[in-house]
């Protein structure tokens, strides 16, 4: 995912047979980590890769100004009132892929920045690939456990893989040609809290930061990591302060006025432990914001099964991605609400499980239900 203070950028998806519905915990690193391959070969397994590789031809440009919706079956397009404009095989996009599973990703140039499982191993096995604006594939590497989310650091052009089952997010090279570790951050470092499952590249004044969410049940965080200089990552905040929350997935900053609003998707933080959106705020996205809210949906669309996706437009619309059943074994469904007018209680609360206020969401019409287990229901801006 991508944040510019100028941009809207972002993408996740997760496959509805992980095991996130029991939050299995992720091995430790033993640390070492065999070298990673790129591929060509026609079943993506082995053998190095061809940048000019072009994979399967599609018949026309991926369409912008539109919501990029990966899923257990492919990645469709929607228009931002749920209209369908396109939709994509994972075969399609990177090649013969009849098991893959969508998991996150990130807008890159002309061009999508995609992760997935592939099926081919225990552990949910997966890789990730680039995928130019035609549809063509420009590169796939493979060999990551379990791969959340990609994006590129305009630090050095390198691109940044959340491993969850490695419990980090480990540097490879930016043109795909290899998926050896150039560098990481991970459970080495006291301050991040294991088992990555969602990133967004935020761009502020002259500096690169990674948000990132961390889903155990048992000690859901969200962290902000300088970047900006590749040799020296630093720890910029945890949310919440104290305590847990539930589950988190895909967070998100945004500025709206003066504020910066960080959103995620509480997968496991609403009434009786179904999903809520979460709200917290601050004048300075390198401060911690301050809780403000879970939205709990309206009896109408109540419960939310698995919530696994939120993203805001500048002019407030609001879309949230509901996996479905079980994990996201069933099928998932798309919302439109409008953003909130709230702001902290004033009584304290810090967002942790226990620890909350729920407001109602509000009206929110289903735009689209014609999906398997998506993920996150992401906002591709138009060419400049």
Request: net charge negative; proline share 10%; charged share 20%.
């Amino acid at each position: 995912m991508v944040w510019q203070s100028v941009a809207i950028m972002v993408l996740g998806a997760c496959t509805g047979d992980s095991p996130e519905t029991t939050e299995t915990a992720a091995p430790e690193p033993t640390g070492t980590t065999p070298p990673m391959t790129a591929d060509t070969s026609p079943t993506g397994d082995t053998g190095p890769k061809s940048t000019t590789d072009t994979g399967p031809t599609l018949p026309r440009v991926l369409p912008r100004d539109s919501l990029v919706v990966p899923d257990k079956v492919g990645v469709t397009f929607l228009g931002l009132d749920g209209s369908l404009l396109e939709s994509f095989t994972w075969s399609d996009l990177v090649g013969p892929c009849a098991t893959c599973g969508g998991e996150g990703g990130s807008p890159d140039g002309d061009g999508l920045l995609l992760s997935f499982t592939t099926g081919d191993g225990p552990g949910n096995v997966g890789a990730v690939a680039r995928v130019n604006g035609k549809g063509q594939l420009d590169f796939r590497v493979n060999g990551f456990a379990f791969p959340h989310d990609v994006i590129r650091d305009p630090a050095d052009n390198h691109l940044a893989v959340v491993a969850t089952f490695t419990n980090d997010v480990r540097w490879i090279a930016g043109d795909g040609s290899s998926g050896t570790v150039l560098r990481s951050i991970g459970s080495s470092d006291p301050e991040f809290p294991n088992t990555p499952n969602g990133a967004e590249l935020l761009e502020y004044n002259g500096r690169n930061f990674i948000l990132l969410s961390h889903r155990p049940n048992a000690n859901g965080r969200i962290t902000l990591w300088d970047i900006t200089d590749p040799k020296d990552p630093v720890f910029v905040w945890r949310f919440p302060e104290t305590g847990r929350i539930a589950v988190p997935h895909g967070p998100i900053l945004r500025q709206r006025g003066a504020d910066w609003w960080l959103l995620w998707a509480h997968t496991n933080g609403g009434p009786s432990g179904r999903g809520s959106v979460g709200l917290a705020v601050t004048t300075d996205p390198t401060l911690r914001p301050t809780y403000v809210a879970d939205l709990d949906p309206e009896p109408d669309i109540a419960p939310f099964t698995f919530l696994r996706g939120v993203e805001l437009l500048d002019d407030g619309r609001m879309y949230v991605t509901d996996s479905g059943s079980a994990g996201g074994n069933g099928d998932g469904r798309i919302f439109l609400a409008t953003f909130p007018t709230l702001a902290p209680s004033g009584n304290g609360e810090v967002g942790s499980i226990g620890d909350q206020r729920f407001e109602t969401l509000g009206p929110a019409p289903l735009i689209y239900d014609d999906v398997t287990s998506p993920f996150e229901a992401w906002y591709w801006p138009p060419v400049n």
